[in-house]
């Protein structure tokens, strides 16, 4: 059974920084496309961050030169880095698993960027 479990977010002031992590469990890690999204209220759910097999990764316009999405094979999980940090990157973000039609989500963690 795959589980993805999200951690690290929190409050932080606008142009701080938060990384936050998704530790996978039932799945062989590496083989999988690990992605972020994001989700404001009242909007829908939007792609922040992916990373696929052979560290190619794709990033939100919004996001590109601020956030980053590493992993860490030998500890099943990705983070997602978040440096400068705006008001608008308020959401609560969702780790995603995907392997051709299987895909998991984790439970989501608050990301508030206020003053």
């Known amino acids: 059974q795959v589980q993805l479990v999200e951690s690290g977010g929190g409050l932080v002031q606008p142009g701080g920084s938060l990384r936050l992590s998704c530790a996978a469990s039932?799945?062989?890690?590496?083989?999988?496309?690990m992605s972020w999204y994001r989700q404001a209220p009242g909007k829908q759910r939007e792609l922040v961050a992916t990373?696929?097999?052979?560290?190619?990764?794709n990033y939100a316009d919004s996001v590109k030169g601020r956030f980053t999405i590493p992993r860490d094979n030998a500890k099943n999980t990705v983070y997602l880095q978040m440096n400068s940090l705006k008001p608008e990157d308020t959401a609560v973000y969702y780790c995603n698993a995907r392997l051709t039609a299987m895909e998991s989500w984790g439970q989501g963690t608050q990301v508030t960027v206020s003053s």
């Open positions: 990373l696929m097999r052979g560290s190619i990764t």
């Open positions: 039932g799945i062989i890690f590496s083989m999988y496309t």
